[in-house]
């Protein structure tokens, strides 16, 4: 079941393609790629990586006001635990 603008979507899709409505989902349907939903710890890892990239922009707005040298010493601390993160990541 799609909506009558959904409709109307798939339908300009599939005569893009010269291809019957058919012929269109059919092929779209077996080529689809499902992926699985995020597991607990890559949840935890994004949110994690997410806090960082606030801490981050902080640092940026502050290197801004103060300069760079002000900030450094946070910016490495940072990298190392981003790193950290990433490595569990992968």
Do not use: W
Request: hydrophobic share 40%.
């Amino acid at each position: 079941m799609v909506t009558p603008s959904d409709f109307e979507a798939i339908s300009k899709h599939a005569q893009n393609f010269n291809l019957t409505l058919s012929e269109y989902c059919n092929k779209i349907v077996l080529n689809a790629q499902i992926m699985a939903p995020f597991t607990e710890e890559e949840l935890r890892l994004k949110r994690g990586l997410v806090g960082m990239a606030n801490n981050l922009n902080q640092i940026a707005y502050q290197a801004n006001a103060a300069g760079f040298e002000s900030v450094q010493d946070s910016c490495r601390e940072l990298l190392k635990e981003i790193k950290v993160e990433l490595e569990k990541y992968r």
